[in-house]
Structures are given as C-alpha cells and as structure tokens.
C-alpha cells in the first residue's frame, strides 16, 4: 500500500491539475500526435553550434592590430588605451587580412587561440569584426543626439544577452534566433526534421515555438527518472485534449517531451563517446555535441543546433590573464571538436559561432576592464570562406575615434543581423522568409549585411532576395490605412483564424467565451495580445499595442478593426463551460490558486455544508489563515541547506564542523580561501614529481609546475574553483602567471589529515544545481558511525570512492532557529540571538527571553588613535584604520559648505590663488572651531558667500593651508583621516583597494595588520572613483575620525568584541551591581506617554520617559523592578534597563569572593561585589 501511494503521489505531481492554476477540463476527443515529417531523401544534414562566451568577453583582447595600418599606428595607440591589460606582440599569432578593406593588414590573434589561428590561415575560419546588438545602422553622432533607436539597456548582462540571442533588439520577449531559423525550415512545404539541444541550461537562442532539450554538462542527455516506471501512465493520463489553455500546453509539451527524450538518450547510447576530449566544462559540452552529430543518421534528423557555453568570461576585477586562461579552454576544446567532425567527415557541415552579450570597455577599469558594447568573434566550419575580417575593425580606439564613445565603449558597426543573414541562407532557410526570421534585416539594407558568398564557399553565389531597403531610422507614427468600403466579413467560427491587413468585420465572443486577437510576428509561442473580447462584451484595445477599434461601424453588434500591415495578426478563443462549477471545482481551483495545492480535506471543508456559499467560506478561510493559523516558514530548509563561506566579521552563524550533515568537500587543490597564502613548490629530483604546500599542508602532487621563478614567492592571487580553473600567483598581483587548479593527489597521504570513508559509514552526494550536478564537489548527507573525520587543524581529506577530497571548511552554519524550537545560543564574542522586533504579526509568539539580551556595555570613553586601532587586530582580529592619501578632485573648493581640515606641521604656505579677504574668512571659520576635542581634524559648516568662487584647477593631494593663530590648518579630502572597520573588505578580497595596492601583497590590509599598521594609505595611481566605490561597497561607513573621543558603547556590535572590551576596560552592566531601589507597583492606563518606572500601558520606548524602555511581554510574566498584577497580564509597563533579569550561574564554592548580580552561592554579604 505504501509503494502504491508513492506511485500516485508522483503521478500526481505530473499531472496537468498540480502545474497550472486553472481548471483543467477535458474533452472527449484524443489529442492526434504530432507527426514529424519524413525526410526528403536525397538532402544534407547541417548544424549550427554556438559557442555562447558569458558575462562579456574581451575580445579586443582576442583579435588585436598588429602592423601595416593605414593613417595611424593602431597597435602602438591599442597598448596605450589599453594599459595594463594590452597584450605584447609576443603574445600573439601574426594573421594576414588581404582584402583592403580593414585599417591594417596584419592582425594579431591571441596567441591562446592556437587552433583558431590555424584554421584562419587554412581558409576555415573567418572573424566577424566589431560585432554587437543593433537596431539600425548608427554613428557617434545618432548616438548622443538621440535620432536612432538603441536597443534597451546598454550594459545590462540580461538585456544584452537577449538582444544577442534573439537578434530582435526591440522585442525583449521575441523568440530565439535559432528557433526562428529552425521554426522556418520545420514550416516549409517540405518540412526538414530540425532538433535543437543546450548543454548550458535555458537559453534565448533556442526558445520558440519548438521545445529544446537540455543536456547535463557532465552527464549529456537529461532524462525522466521515472519513465522506465512510470512514463505508460504519464503518457496515458496526457492522452486527452483540455479546453483549458494552460493544461492542453502543459500536456502537449509533457506528451510530446517523453518520446523525444526516450529517442534523444536510445541515439546517444547507440554511438561511442568520442576520444580526445579534456575535461574542463566547454570540452565536455563539445564532447556530448560531437556524440549527438554522431548519432544524426539514427535520429533521422537535418537540421539542428546547439548552444554550448563558456562560462566567467566577465573581467570586471580581473587580469587579461584570465580570459587567457578562458581562451586556452575553447582552444583546447575546439581542437578536439574540430579533430573529431573531420573524422565524421561532417566538417563541411557544420558551422561553429562564437557570441557574448557585449564586448569589454578598451579603458582599463581596475584590474580588468567594464561593460561596453562592439567586440571581435569567429565563425568556423569546412565550408567557411575563411581568411579573411569581415564588417570593419575601428580606424581608431581613443575616446576621440569616430566609434568610441567616453570611457573606451565600442560603437557595434556590424550587426548581429549582418552574421545570420548568411549564416540562415547557408542553412536552408528561403530568401522569402528572411525577414521573418530577421524582423530588423530591412534596416540594414542594402550595405550593412554580409552576403552568403563572403562568408561560405557556394559553388556559384545565391540570388539575393528582390527587397527595397527602408529608411536606417523608425518612421514615426502614421494613421492606420483608411477601412476598405466593404469591411471583410467575420471568418467561420469556431477559433483560431488569421487576419490579413486592412480592416475585419468582427463579432463580439459569446457568453462565457474569450476571444484574443495577437501578433505572431515577434514570437510564435508568446504571441502579443492587441485586442480582446470576452464574455459577449464589445472588442476593446490590449497594451502594449492595442488596435484601432469602431464599434459604431459595422451592422449589430460587430466590431471594424484595423489590422496593421506587416504584422502576423490571429483570433484565439477560449471557451468555460456554460454549467455552473459544482462546489468542490471551486474550492478546488481557489486552493490550487492560493495554496500548494488542495488535499481531499481541505476541499471538503470549503464545498461541504449548504449554511455558508463557497465565497463565503473563502473568505472566511483568507481571514483564518492572516490572523489564526500560525506561521510555517521555509526558514528552517534553507538554513539546513545555505552554505556560503564565513569569516570572523559574520555574526549570522558559525563554521560547519566537518561532521555536521552539510559539510562540503572538493577535489579541486587550491579555492579562494587561500588568497594572500603562499605555495610552497617543490620537486623530487628523482621522480620529477612536484609537491604543492600551502602552510605546510599538501595539497597536491602534480608532474609539471612550470611557474617562472621571476614570479616567485607564489601568493595565490586569484583562483578558479573546479579542477583545471586558473590559479594565479606571483610575487606581485598586477604581473601574476596562471596555472591550472589540479585535482588533490599525493602517492602516500599522510593519516593525520586523510580519513578513507565508506559508503558503510557515511554518505556523500554531489553538489547540485540548477545546471545540473558537480562531481568535483560533494556534500555530507548522513554518518552511519561515530564520525572520525576531524583532524587537528583546519585542513581535512577524505578518500571517497577513489578520489581525495578536501574539507571547505568555513562554509556557514546557520543557528536552527523555529517557532518550536528557538535558537538559545546567548550573546558572546561577535555572536548572539536571533531576535526580531516585535510587531502586529509576531505579538502572538513573541516571548522575552532573558538570555538572548545582547551585551550592553556601560559607558567608556576612549581615544580613536594607532594604539587603539592595533588593538583591534590584536584582540580581536578586526581590520580597523584610518584612511590617508585620499586626493581632492578638480572643482572641489575650499569655500564649500561642508568642508574638512587637518592640522600639518611646518610652514604654512601653498601657491593657490586664494584672495586675502578668503583666508581671513577661512581662518575666522578654523579659529571659531579649534576648542573642539579633536586637536587634529576639524569639519567646517559655511554659511554661503563666505569666500570667494575659488577651485582647484586638477587632483591635489595637499589643498589650500590656512594659519590660525601659528597652527596650520590644511585643506582635505571630506573622508580623510576618517576610521574604518575594514575588516568585510579585507576578507572578502573584493576591494578596489586591495585591487590596486597588490605590490607584492596579496592582502595589504592583512599586510598592514599584522605588521602593527593603523594607517591605510590609498595607492597614488588609483582612480579615485576606486575609493567611492570602496567607501560605499566594501568598507561600509567610517566608525569615527582619527583623534576623535569615542564611547565603547556605541561602536558597532561586530567591534564591541569581549576582547576589546577587556583591553579597554569596558564594563558589561549587566555584570553591574543593580542599584537599590524599592519595586513599584504596576499602575498607569493605556495609552500614555511620558511614563516613568512600572506605569503603562507601553508599546513602544518612545512611550517611555528617558532612560526607560517598554517591557514587551508574554503571558504575564514578572517586570524587572516592578511587582502587583496591574492593567491585566497583557499590558506591557516601563522599565529601567538596569533591572534585566539575569540568568542565575556560579559554583558552591565556599572561598568566592566578588561575586556580582545572580552569581552564587554565597553564605555571606562579604563574599558579594560592592
């Protein structure tokens, strides 16, 4: 019984009723199976695969100037815009471009694209250059005038992928360009059998009116793991046609998914898996590729495409050596690839295009470079015309060239459309369906797209398509087209039916009915409403482009509308059924709506009883479940299951102790824990295998390490997690060398650190996500035996299953924390309660609980100078100083109304142009404010039109000096000398500080720190938009100015550490002795303000006179201070904070002496404190 209803509970989970919210209704006809169309024998098979370069790759960095350019040398102006991210000559593969049409005829590839570069030179691979989203062609000039249209969002990640991927700049919910191709050839008169498949999760490429399918990076075809079992059954509950939109969608796509994906893993299981693949992820995909193409005669299949992904191509804070580090993984993988079509004999056939979302900006930004626009890609495949650089590279990449907009942004002057034009036409699709496939083609006209001969090798060229070319920009708006004198009369019903352009005579739905009129145009599978009726009203206009409608025109009560040219326009209807829905339909449908679906009681407790209508009893159910029903939160999975790294600044949780069920374990060496360690690198000399230590520690045995010794020490500067990811290292950051991160491996593993594990006494599973599984990485589920994975220290092996794992071990733990189970951990270092503020929603279950008060620590002043800021770190371990070097800017001025200054030493002069009456001005302002406590740092508050209009004319590191009464007072930067609690920063290793100050320190601020630093100077060549950024993101507020008096009291909570507190003396009161003072009797009514001691009824502190807050609490219980039964065990009364109960602890120790409050035991007075 109890396998049986497993079995019904998963085949409900797949029925149409738990996915969709509305009610399914079935017919009674079965739905007819979609025929695929048998193949035209004889017709060739073809495929497109897309190599999809994520986040923005730097492909100026991928095909760069090199020498012969005309009017300039571009190389030379390359590495001057570029800086440090330009690539030297010797790191690249010189290429001839003989067509004259490029600003220089030798070009350079990126020397890590090997196989790129020989397939250039062999005639199979061409570049497509400066290449982007476009909706119209475009100059500098249209761009900062505003008379083009722009795609939206230039910049953003997501809107930029979908421009790129749907070719459709405009229409942010247009299909793929891929499935538009596909959808044309599968729509001809002699339809082509097309698939279409991802190896990187969903992708607008291929969405559209075809399903795709999905294969697992690792494992290849995705399959239901319930099909063997259960796939009959799912099938035969699919069988039947609903009226219900979304449930005849969701059973079409289900019934036509399961054949398909039984089909897809039969072919991929009949062929072999192909050799010579690495194992880093785009190799993998390239592997599962080239085995489907394999298996193509078996699928009976001739058109199809593939998107493949190569991931953490973004360069925000990254060195040039990292898209290196990508470009070598797709060299690799494409000379496997390659290799492997050849041996097929399909190389002729296939055509492999590399793509990203947009180029990167050629002005460095930081350690790598920002979104920007244009970028350089290649088209590859046996029947490519290739050596050769179609579209036009930039004559120019200043901010000054024609196509260079302000900071190094590349204007695209070749349009995607430009690239599948061609590449369409190579596939099959007619000339005639063109511009539905590129709905933005006509804009390019008759200059702006790449003709099929240039890009591939045709026996003899196609003939172009007969179009006129529109105008480059969008017409404005015109008056629809004038009604014809006889309006067309209404089709036949039932739905759907096409509408032509020009005006139709429509009748309004009948009752219970809902007709749509869309546009296919765009997409055929989100078609976009423009007009609508339903439920016998008239035809009314739908956003966002709702069609002229006159209902006054046509006999009755039928609608003229006017059907735009151009369009795709159609007429759906959807039909409820005429008979009233019996009560547990509708009870049904509300829960499905308002819950995670309805059980059998749930909707009985709706339908039944005839006293109350089903309404009613819905809104009955909506009030039971805001104010009776308690709360279920899913708080309690997720903190089981979060698991992101912690450092000593979190006070969220602690570290998960290896043996906790959650722990994570992975097989790659090095992870970004140990940035700003050192590698120890070592190599025996009789076997020539290299050991790699970090503090001491083997982390893996490997065969080659060949790191100059130039970059020695090796301080790990940036590292990819998973095995073969890039580890950069070198004694200084901004000249790093890079090797790949090698699996765990050592001959003889010492059995102090590794444990063997077995599936008898633990069980590990894989690291999942929504792409699918991660073998590299591996997670405790569950201990079968007392645990014996600890170790003394923090590094940790187990051998599992052949392979050695390391433990990741400060991955967070969360506190469990629940309504019937609260968390109890009391207050301590940087930890403490969770705790809330009570609020209308909680009042019910909020409870005071003594031991969850947080420190409070008694008044203590102190001094925010170097001795108390090394104190920090050496008590503590927290980050904190105070910031110098900060420059002011040009513009900035002295006379503001906001401004800072610092006392200096020596003379008192600077060269600025500052009247006399100015510095008298200033020095009256400075001399008002020196009786402050701060005798080194003074803020001024200006009133308007105390100085003149002076402003430094660049960047100044001193500023105007101004004597005051033979004290100097100089001009500053607003943060300067201010105090920081930079520990996030420092542990987070995200800082544009800790970016631009690596020379030869991983870590300046654990530098600074441990060598008994207080003063964080900001680097010289820094930008200072590098500090508003660290001020804002990093760095997280100042804590105080240098000199400055300060209470402990007050500090931020992550600083009120216990170490801290004993250095400086501060006392927590509620180790105090409490003051004697008689209890109070309760008293008071509600509702007042202003109360003192024991009198309510309080709900908030504000209520309370000073120094006294509101004692919120539950079910009666006891008030500090206070004694009497009051307003009534709900009424909540004023306290003095100093009477907090205290947990009562101590020894029976007879000798304890100055004992404080609650500690005991004590026989005496004596033996208490004061």
Request: aromatic share 8%; glycine share 8%; net charge negative.
């Amino acid at each position: 019984a109890g396998a049986a209803l497993k079995v019904a509970q998963e085949l409900y989970i797949a029925s149409p009723e738990f996915h969709v919210s509305s009610s399914n209704k079935l017919e009674a006809a079965v739905r007819p199976p979609r025929v695929e169309p048998a193949p035209n024998s004889p017709r060739d098979y073809k495929a497109i695969v897309v190599i999809y370069m994520d986040g923005g790759a730097d492909t100026f960095n991928m095909l760069v100037p090199y020498s012969n350019c005309t009017g300039v040398d571009l190389f030379a102006e390359y590495t001057r815009v570029r800086e440090a991210v330009a690539l030297e000559r010797e790191e690249l593969d010189a290429i001839e471009e003989t067509s004259g049409t490029q600003p220089c005829s030798v070009f350079g590839i990126n020397a890590h694209l090997g196989e790129v570069t020989k397939l250039y030179r062999e005639g199979d691979a061409a570049f497509i250059a400066n290449v982007g989203p476009l909706i119209e062609p475009l100059t500098k000039q249209t761009y900062y005038d505003g008379s083009a249209a722009l795609p939206s969002s230039l910049g953003s990640h997501d809107a930029q992928t979908r421009a790129t991927q749907t070719v459709h700049a405009q229409e942010p919910s247009a299909d793929g360009i891929l499935a538009r191709m596909l959808d044309s050839l599968a729509g001809q008169p002699a339809p082509y059998r097309v698939r279409a498949y991802s190896t990187a999760g969903e992708t607008a490429f291929l969405k559209g009116a075809r399903p795709y399918d999905t294969m697992d990076p690792y494992d290849g075809p995705v399959e239901l793991a319930a099909s063997s079992r259960l796939g009959s059954y799912i099938e035969t509950m699919m069988r039947d046609a609903s009226s219900s939109a979304l449930g005849e969608m969701y059973s079409q796509a289900v019934s036509e998914m399961l054949p398909r994906l039984d089909e897809l893993n039969d072919a991929y299981d009949s062929v072999t898996r192909p050799e010579g693949f690495g194992t880093d992820v785009l190799s993998r995909q390239l592997m599962h590729v080239a085995r489907m193409i394999s298996s193509r005669d078996g699928r009976r299949v001739e058109r199809e495409a593939y998107f493949v992904e190569l991931p953490r191509c973004n360069t925000h804070n990254s060195f040039k050596s990292v898209f290196d580090n990508r470009l070598e993984d797709a060299n690799d993988a494409l000379k496997s690839f390659v290799a492997e079509m050849e041996r097929q004999g399909v190389w002729q056939d296939v055509v492999v295009v590399s793509a990203s979302e947009f180029g990167r900006s050629l002005t460095p930004r930081n350690r790598g470079s920002d979104n920007a626009w244009g970028g350089h890609h290649f088209v590859l495949g046996g029947s490519v015309n290739g050596g050769q650089i179609l579209g036009r590279y930039p004559s120019g990449l200043s901010d000054a060239a024609p196509l260079v907009l302000d900071g190094g942004r590349v204007i695209p002057q070749t349009s995607w459309e430009a690239v599948w034009d061609p590449i369409a036409q190579w596939f099959g699709v007619p000339p005639a369906e063109l511009d539905t496939v590129l709905p933005n083609r006509r804009r390019f006209l008759p200059d702006g797209l790449i003709a099929p001969e240039q890009l591939f090798d045709y026996p003899s060229p196609p003939a172009p398509p007969p179009l006129r070319p529109s105008p480059p920009s969008v017409p404005s708006p015109q008056p629809p087209p004038p009604a014809p004198a006889s309006p067309s009369p209404p089709p036949p019903l039932p739905p759907p039916w096409l509408l032509e352009a020009g005006s139709a005579l429509l009748p309004p739905s009948a009752p219970g009915q809902l007709l749509i009129i869309s546009d296919a145009s765009a997409s055929l599978s989100w078609p976009t409403p423009a007009a609508r009726s339903y439920d016998g009203r008239p035809w009314e206009g739908v956003m966002p482009r709702p069609l002229q409608i006159d209902c006054a025109a046509g006999p009755g009560p039928a609608c003229a509308i006017v059907i735009p040219p151009g369009g795709s326009y159609r007429v759906d209807g959807y039909d409820e059924s005429a008979a009233e829905p019996t009560p547990d339909k509708l009870a049904a449908r509300f829960l499905m709506q308002a819950t995670f679906g309805p059980t059998r009681e749930t909707i009985r407790d709706l339908a039944a009883g005839a006293s109350e209508s089903v309404s009613e009893k819905m809104a009955a159910w909506v009030d039971d479940q805001i104010y009776r029903v308690p709360a279920t939160l899913h708080r309690r999975y997720w903190r089981q299951r979060a698991s992101p790294r912690v450092g000593s600044s979190a006070f969220t949780g602690g570290q998960r102790p290896i043996c906790e069920p959650g722990a994570r374990f992975h097989e790659f060496a090095f992870t970004q824990n140990d940035i700003g360690r050192t590698i120890e690198a070592a190599r025996d000399e009789a076997s020539g295998v290299h050991s790699l230590r970090i503090d001491g520690v083997l982390r893996a045995e490997v065969s080659a390490f060949d790191m100059l010794e130039s970059v020695a020490p090796y301080v790990v500067c940036e590292v990819e997690e998973w095995v073969g990811g890039a580890v950069e290292v070198g004694r200084d950051c901004a000249s790093a060398a890079t090797f790949a991160n090698p699996s765990i491996d050592f001959a003889a593993p010492d059995p102090s650190l590794v444990r063997p594990v077995d599936a008898s006494e633990a069980t590990f599973v894989k690291l999942s996500s929504l792409s699918g599984s991660n073998p590299e990485v591996i997670i405790l589920s569950e201990l079968h035996a007392p645990c014996t994975l600890a170790t003394e220290g923090v590094d940790a092996f187990v051998r599992y299953q052949g392979k050695l794992y390391r433990h990741d071990w400060n991955r967070l733990l969360l506190a469990e924390n629940t309504l019937a189970s609260p968390s109890s951990r009391n207050a301590s270092g940087s930890h403490s309660c969770p705790v809330v503020p009570r609020t209308f929603l909680n009042e019910r279950t909020c409870k005071h609980r003594p031991e969850c008060v947080p420190i409070e620590y008694a008044k203590t002043p102190f001094t925010w100078d170097a001795d108390t800021l090394r104190a920090f770190y050496a008590t503590s371990r927290a980050y904190v100083f105070f910031i110098d070097g900060l420059r002011l800017s040009e513009g900035d001025t002295p006379c503001d109304s906001e401004s800072r200054w610092r006392r200096r030493e020596g003379a008192c002069t600077d060269a600025f142009p500052v009247s006399p009456t100015s510095r008298a001005a200033l020095a009256k302002a400075l001399r008002s404010r020196t009786r402050g406590l701060n005798p080194d740092v003074l803020d001024l508050d200006l009133p308007r039109d105390v100085c003149d209009d002076f402003a430094y004319s660049a960047e100044v590191l001193t500023g105007v000096r101004i004597d005051v009464d033979g004290v100097c007072w100089e001009h500053c930067h607003e943060d300067a000398l201010n105090v920081y609690d930079a520990t996030f920063a420092a542990e987070e290793s995200r800082s544009n500080i800790l970016t631009a100050a690596r020379t030869g320190a991983a870590n300046p601020f654990r530098e600074l720190a441990e060598s008994g630093g207080a003063m964080l100077y900001f680097p010289p060549e820094a930008g200072m938009n590098y500090w508003y950024d660290d001020e804002r993101d990093a760095l997280r507020g100042t804590v105080g100015r240098l000199g400055d008096r300060a209470d402990f009291s007050l500090l931020p909570q992550q600083l009120q550490t216990a170490a801290m507190a004993a250095f400086l003396g501060a006392k927590d009161v509620r180790t105090l002795p409490l003051p004697t003072a008689p209890t109070i009797e309760l008293s008071g009514v509600d509702g007042a303000t202003g109360l003192t001691a024991c009198v309510g009824e309080c709900d908030a502190d504000w209520q309370c006179a000073d120094g006294l807050k509101c004692f919120s609490r539950a079910d009666g219980e006891a008030i500090p201070g206070c004694f009497g039964e009051g307003g009534g065990p709900d009424w909540d009364y004023c306290y003095l904070p100093t009477y907090s109960a205290i947990v009562l602890s101590g020894e029976d120790d007879d000798e304890a002496t100055e004992l404080t409050a609650c500690t005991g035991e004590c026989d005496a007075d004596s033996q208490c404190a004061e």
